[in-house]
């Protein structure tokens, strides 16, 4: 996940964030605050989407229920109370953020049945 997050964030759609938010953005990230992000985030993943879960369709599902949830809620409250939000930029956090969980979900279940040996099994 945070391989494919710090690709769009620092590849994909630098000049997108760049553009929309740069008067609001630190010179750069404040890393302590970013990693207990990703150790939170994927923490939960795991719990609710990865082991919660007997099939990786399921596992993509609950992973993109829970992206929208978390993206969802990060895009809007920042837009209700943040000066200059942009309001375009909201529908697609969100969908990055459906996709992002989505895939890290998929890729923890398939990666959970590898270690149990079970790549092909239907039940974990």
């Given at each position: 996940m945070?391989?494919?997050?710090?690709?769009?964030?620092?590849?994909?759609?630098?000049?997108?964030y760049k553009s929309a938010l740069g008067h609001l953005m630190a010179p750069e990230a404040f890393w302590p605050a970013a990693l207990l992000f990703y150790l939170f985030y994927v923490s939960v993943i795991a719990v609710w989407a990865v082991?919660?879960?007997?099939?990786?369709?399921?596992?993509?599902?609950?992973?993109?229920?829970?992206?929208?949830?978390?993206?969802?809620?990060?895009?809007?409250?920042?837009?209700?109370?943040?000066r200059d939000w942009p309001a375009w930029i909201v529908p697609i956090d969100i969908a990055w953020g459906i996709a992002l969980t989505a895939v890290a979900a998929l890729a923890g279940k398939l990666a959970q049945r590898v270690v149990r040996g079970r790549p092909g099994s239907s039940r974990t």
């Open positions: 945070l391989v494919l997050d710090l690709a769009w964030l620092g590849i994909v759609a630098r000049g997108l082991f919660g879960t007997d099939a990786p369709a399921a596992a993509a599902r609950r992973g993109a229920g829970l992206g929208f949830v978390a993206y969802t809620t990060y895009e809007l409250t920042n837009w209700a109370v943040l």
